[in-house]
């Protein structure tokens, strides 16, 4: 869209929810509008107040704005990420899309492994940094724009950034409410839209008082729930079915309700498509993500998500034992770093990695994680400032992950996945609120050691149902006493018992054969000697297998041969 004055030309993608408000004070300064929508919003704030026009923006955005007077491009992100937007500085031209496979269609760039992007990711099956698989690729980080000249000049600031911090002095109560108002908005700013809106509905409180809220707003509410067959699952996996409380939650809510169930077949039967239009990894195993946005997408064009509820109040408190512990901030370093080695841990990653060696000698896996902490605080004292480090930290990382991958699984589908968390105004009161409001008592995780086996998140639950204590208390009003109390449950299949299982076959026709494309780039003894430690029951491997799987798929396709001709065709064959 070109500018009323003609001056700018806009490139964007996403929803701004509050463009009606930024219309009223964009028209007292004289703009006449010739739409109705938000890309003319965006186009004209941008001209009226430059880069300052971004800290206005309400909702999830990638977009390039170019001003023809000046010759300058700008690259921006919204302020948590949901919106992709990939660059590439190749041969002089710098290039930009919202999909990798955009950057690929130009002949400047051709497809590589970047080596140090894929010890990146087999440590923390995510990336940190702006790396990404493809060698020169990256991915604007969250909360940033890109300045560039007609002379090539890149300049890249951050315009907007979380900050957790026990600012908030007022008393529970009076918090309780402002969230409420804050949630409220968010939802029913959300809902605004001119096809049918529908919501996730898991058995949790997140998408549970979206979904009551929501319907409470609109009575043609649709709501979807994934579900697994659980015939062959054993232990903790018993639990990752919610199609239960979803219904009851439904019945409850008057939703029309859809669920799927997935099977181990599942997994195998979409992963092409999924890889294709995923491109890079992110996080743990997505394909349940895939399925949910293909069952939304059958009923309507819009689907509210629970994701980053965790994130902003503390979700996930069996973390944060390793944050109050800390006795300084490289130790607080030192002991999250330990953890979030998802994949490959000290004692693995140089055997498994062997092949690439030299190429990744110069990369610091410890140092990519520290990077996230970009300005790490002079002082830390207490207990709560390490834990409010750590959600810094998870909002920055996983929550990311997670919203880029739900953008992506959903658009493939024809699906916009809407986060009333990630509303401004209610982010920047969530980040306020004290810690002490969010978990009931930091010394209780201390007492949990690490070196004891089985699952700290069971132990911790059975000694205390802790974490998001102020969001429960909100969510009363919203959803039963039994489901605000329940156990925290990831969104997760149950694949341990799956790859040892029906599976088997399909892990071993992709991973234990000497033909995979993984043994380019991964030691092949190493490797499957990890993976037989899961098949016949000596350890849980299950998210490097996953990840592997994913690997040797995306090598097929997007280092193989014929990419050209897939990239022409617009298809996933």
Known sequence: MISACGRYVLSYNGELYNFRVIARELKARGVRFRSNGDTEVVLEAIAAWGEDALLRFDGMFALACYDRRERRMLLARDRYGVKPLYFARRAGAILFGSEIKALLAHGALAPEIDHEGLAEYLTFQNFFSERTLFRDVALLPPGTFASISSEGDFVQRRYWDFNFGDRDERDVDTIVEELDLRFREAVERQLVSDVPVGCYLSGGMDTGSITALAARRRTDMCSFTIGFDLTSASGLELGFDERDVAERLSYLNRTEHYEMVLKAGDMERCMQRLVWHLEEPRVGQSYPNFYAAKLASRFG?????????????????????????????????????????????????????????????????????????????????????????????????????????????????????????????????????????????????????????????????????????????????????????????????????????????????????????????????????????????????????????????????????????????????
């Open 301 to 573: 064009k819009v689907v509210l998500s629970g994701a980053g509820g965790d994130e902003l109040f503390a979700g996930y408190p069996w973390r944060y034992y390793r944050a109050v512990r800390s006795a300084s901030f490289e130790h607080f370093i030192d002991d999250y770093y330990d953890f979030w080695q998802r994949l490959l841990p000290n004692d693995d990653f140089a055997a498994v990695t062997a092949p690439i060696s030299s190429q990744i000698k110069g990369f610091d896996r410890r140092e990519a994680f520290r990077s996230v902490f970009v300005d790490p605080p002079g002082s830390l004292s207490t207990p709560a400032d390490y834990v409010n480090q750590s959600l810094y930290f998870e909002a920055k990382t996983f929550m990311h992950g997670v919203l880029v991958m739900e953008d992506k699984l959903s658009m493939a589908h024809g699906l916009e996945t809407r986060v009333p968390f990630l509303d401004n105004g209610l982010v920047d009161l969530a980040t306020g609120i004290p810690v002490r409001h969010k978990l009931r008592n930091l010394a209780e995780l201390v007492r949990l050691d690490e070196n004891e086996p089985g699952s700290k998140q069971a132990r911790f639950f059975a000694r205390s149902n802790d974490g998001k204590l102020v969001m429960r208390r909100l969510m009363r009003r919203y959803v039963p006493e039994d489901v605000v109390e329940g156990q925290k449950r990831g969104f997760s299949a149950p694949d341990a018992s799956w790859f040892r299982g029906e599976s088997i076959d399909y892990v071993r026709r992709r991973l234990m054969t000497p033909h995979a494309r993984l043994w380019d780039l991964l030691d092949r003894s190493a490797t499957q000697r990890m993976i037989s430690d899961h098949l016949e029951g000596r350890a849980n491997r299950r998210l490097l297998i996953w990840s592997l799987l994913y690997l040797e798929e995306f090598l097929e396709q997007f280092m193989g041969p014929g990419l050209g001709e897939k990239l022409l065709a617009g298809t996933e064959s």
